[in-house]
């Protein structure tokens, strides 16, 4: 159930993000803009990213290898389907962690560093 609820969550993020697009929101070259931004702010510890990060940074090397977990040559459409799963996973959730890590952004451009004094 968890799985699934997540895996629809990511799906409907990528549905909210691409129509975010077209209705004036963060447009797809700022999204993939804030990527190396974001990885660096996670790397200084500046955002709080990294489990997320690492998950889509898995979801990529599944995609990008030559082991699958269900091969595409004696499964045919079922091979490649675990695929076009992960592939619309990925996308769902890198538009919504850059769409989260912009409002983060802004949210932080607006404050000012210091320490509250008791």
């Known amino acids: 159930m968890g799985k699934t609820l997540k895996r629809s969550a990511a ?3 990528l549905a909210r993000a691409l129509a975010a697009g077209s209705r ?4 797809l070259g ?4 804030a990527l190396p931004r974001m990885i660096r702010a996670t790397a200084r510890g500046e955002y709080d990213g990294g489990l997320r990060l690492a998950l889509m940074t898995a979801a ?16 045919a459409v ?7 799963v992960m592939v619309t996973w990925l996308a769902g959730s890198v538009l ?7 409002e983060w ?8 560093p210091g320490h509250v004094v008791s």
Do not use: K, N, Q, W
């Open 78 to 84: 079922f091979g490649l389907a675990d695929d076009a």
């Open 24 to 27: 004036g929101g963060p447009s």
């Open 60 to 75: 990529t090397a599944y995609i990008v290898s030559p082991v699958d977990l269900l091969p595409e040559i004696p499964l």
């Open 96 to 102: 919504a962690e850059t769409e989260r890590f912009l």
């Open 105 to 112: 952004e802004a949210r932080r451009g607006s404050t000012i």
């Open 11 to 13: 799906f409907s993020a």
């Open 30 to 33: 700022a999204r993939l803009a």
